[in-house]
């Protein structure tokens, strides 16, 4: 085969390797935001609530130590399949999900944030991730002063639906539930 056809199927090769593994994590809470306001699979969750900044504050991060900083383990039964005339055993997968959250505030606003992190880091679809894990939600909360506080809820639109209802109704005070995630 000809030089030049070898170096044109290496690049390809090489721009089809690099395409299929230029998934980076999430390294900040603004590009977060930007992702799930850009993506079908996101969604942004605005509203009011009367109640003060510190009481929201407050709720959200007794709430989120008690319900959100756990590890929940899974094992999920795989079965077994044919492919090619072959016959690949199934068998029993574990992956064991951190749940940590963040706070921050500078008296006007304040940020919380739900990290998960799964298999220790080493997830089987995806590269290494952060120290903390990946993004899950990120809260905005913003003082109004007296007239109490804006919310900006950023998260998935699909897989994490009790986490982002569950929420707002603490900080409405209709819930202290904790949600069900995995």
């Known amino acids: ?52 900044f510190a009481e929201v504050n407050k709720i959200i991060q ?16 795989n079965p077994g399949y044919w492919q090619g005339g072959m016959y690949f055993a199934g068998g029993t997968s574990t992956d064991t999900y951190r749940y940590s959250t963040k706070f921050w505030t500078d008296g006007n606003a304040s940020e919380f944030s739900v990290f998960e992190k799964i298999n220790g880091g080493k997830g089987r679809f995806m590269p290494e991730e952060p ?17 109490g506080v804006d919310v900006a ?8 639906d009790p986490l982002m209802e569950t929420i707002p109704d603490w900080i409405e005070g209709r819930s202290t539930a904790c949600p069900e995630i995995r």
């Open 131 to 147: 120290e903390q894990g990946h993004y899950l939600v990120v809260m905005d909360v913003f003082n109004r002063g007296r007239k």
């Open 62 to 77: 007794q709430q989120g130590a008690k319900c959100l900083n756990r590890t929940v383990t899974t094992q999920t039964k």
């Open 1 to 52: 085969m000809n030089v030049e056809i070898y170096k044109s199927l290496l690049v390809v090769a090489v721009a089809m390797l690099t395409g299929c593994s230029a998934w980076e994590p999430i390294m900040d809470s603004q590009t977060f935001r930007n992702r799930m306001n850009e993506s079908r699979f996101g969604q942004k969750e605005a509203f009011s609530s009367e109640r003060s």
């Open 153 to 160: 809820l950023y998260g998935p639109s699909i897989g994490f």
